[in-house]
């Protein structure tokens, strides 16, 4: 039996047309303050129940940065994934893969959670902690909250690399530690993994990986479905991946409601937010954010109905699609305000607290992130 996580990245919309000469930037060079969260997901054994968890909860947990700022600004959110102890994978490297480095593309995150698959084998929690800290960009900065968070049910100190040396190392780089067992308290006691948490300034965390997750559909949930479908609108591939990425938006969008309206609807709520960026296949937000210049653009590599456009003319058709988006946002985001309202009513009525995946994250993640300076604001 083994285990996952995950959640959260950054997107802002509004209306912005730049000069065709402005210079390009990279997202490397953008400032800001950033929070960073590497989820390290156990695929050893029979956790289908905790994927599921994770595949359906990611945009609970990105939502919680909705309105969060820190020094006025909305912090950027970066999420990596890695599996470890699958016995597909090559033994050479401890059976562990990374899966998405800290990246912004949510979907991308949502795509390869989707694609997890569990396959028997052995999970070692101090190698896959001491891949995650060496491998992946760290934020150097002291006030940007870094957290990993490891989720399995097998003994946290099993493998070749000392699990405690691992979430020394961790913290020695300001990187929190929080482990998260699926089993009773005491058998994560018992076996390592709250002794890890400890080591690393992080909680240790309990949650029944098979619980089924309540999904509180709530009467604004049509309604936003239909924006979603508006918003899509506004989105203009560009590049050679611009169409099948385009795809890959409207397949994660599927699969959320596919799982349930309430899943669907937070996910839109996320694609209205500041955690949601596309730079690197939508126009709009490629010019928005002045990473990409409309001539230097191929043309043949835009939809068929914009190929022959003129560059003045399409700088003019960006800045409705962004004016569009930002309308569109503001709306969903006002629906999700009552809907969280509604949710919160419904679950008011029934007995006792959700142990399941995002209820533990988000605790851990308001506590850590609000000792780093951020604050969480009332939608």
Known sequence: MKTSQLISTFVAAFAISLPLSQARTTESEESGPRVQLALL?????????????????????????INAKQSGQTPVVEVALYEYGNAGLDAETH??????????????????????????????????????????????????????????????????????????????????????????????????????????????????????????????????????????????????????????????????????????????ATKASANYRNTGWDLVDAVRDNTVRLEDVNKEELPTELQEVPAEELAEVIAQKSKERTEIQEKILALNKDRETFVAQERQKLAGESDTLDSAMITAVREQAEKKGIVFHSN
């Open 41 to 65: 997901l156990d695929t050893s054994g029979s956790m289908d129940g905790l994927i599921d968890q994770a595949r359906t909860q990611i945009w609970q947990v990105v939502n919680t940065f």
């Open 95 to 268: 059976y562990i893969r990374q899966l998405q480095p800290l990246t912004r593309d949510l979907d991308a995150v949502s795509e390869s959670l989707f694609a997890l698959k569990t396959n028997g084998g052995d999970e070692y929690c101090g190698a896959v902690i001491q891949r995650a800290t060496a491998d992946l960009e760290w934020d150097p900065s002291p006030d940007t909250y870094k957290a990993i968070f490891i989720a399995g049910n097998e003994p946290f100190t099993q493998g070749p690399v000392s699990a405690d040396q691992s979430c020394k190392d961790a913290i020695g780089k300001s990187i929190i530690v929080n482990t998260i067992h699926c089993g009773t308290e005491s058998e994560g006691a018992n076996s390592g993994w709250k002794t890890g948490a400890l080591l690393a300034d992080g909680r240790f965390l309990i949650i029944d990986h098979n619980q089924a997750v309540i999904a509180f559909d709530a009467p604004q949930d049509a309604e936003i479905a239909q924006l979603n479908e508006a918003l899509n609108k506004t989105y203009i591939a560009y590049g050679k991946e611009g169409a099948s990425m385009q795809n890959r938006q409207v397949e994660q969008d599927s699969l959320a409601r596919a799982a349930a309206p309430a899943v669907a609807s937070q996910r839109i």
